[in-house]
């Protein structure tokens, strides 16, 4: 069996400091993971045709899926996959070439589509599915297919972006503490 972290092409993940990915995670190629991010069982990011940025605090939960768009004659520079600080991305995600901004909370089984760009301080409900190439504005819930805003955040939930982040830090610390067996 492989190594769960592995280069492609070249390109090698880079970890920041206290990073942890689960064994049965998969982390491939042009990735770079910020500080104190964790990434859970069997989730997949895969940078083998774009690059794929993670910022600081963020968690990549259990069976979530990021992957990229390549360059093509269909698009043009295709897109990275750029995530910001302190978002929680919920069980198995799919996130696919798209931009997500600083505290976001990205529901269990969403999906976030190619060129759509989340802005800072959103809430994505379960299942909902942002379409190509559209915007989420900051401070809403959305939620449906395809994604809408249902209404504006409150300010127990804005508080919420740094608590749940923060949350998961303490939890992948005490998973490094225990000695829990990473490649």
Request: include cysteine; aromatic fraction near 6%; hydrophobic fraction near 40%.
């Amino acid at each position: 069996m492989g190594k769960s972290v592995r280069s492609y092409q070249g390109h090698s993940p880079k970890l920041g400091e206290r990073v942890f990915v689960d064994c049965s995670a998969v982390v491939i190629g042009d990735v770079e993971l910020g500080d104190d991010s964790s990434v859970w069982p069997l989730a997949v990011i895969r940078g083998d045709m774009h690059r794929i940025r993670i910022g600081a605090r963020t968690s990549v939960q259990d069976g979530a899926v990021l992957h990229i768009t390549h360059a093509s004659d269909y698009n043009p520079g295709g897109y990275p996959l750029i995530i910001g600080d302190d978002v929680t991305i919920g069980h198995q995600a799919m996130l696919h070439g798209c931009t997500i901004g600083n505290r976001v909370l990205i529901g269990m089984k969403s999906m976030i589509m190619d060129g759509a760009v989340i802005e800072d301080e959103v809430i994505i409900g379960a299942g909902a599915v942002v379409t190509p190439g559209k915007t989420l504005q900051s401070g809403f819930v959305y939620m449906g297919s395809p994604a809408k805003a249902v209404r504006e955040i409150t300010d127990k939930e804005r508080s919420f972006f740094t608590y749940g982040a923060g949350n998961y830090v303490k939890l992948k610390d005490k998973h490094i503490a225990e000695g829990y067996d990473q490649d």
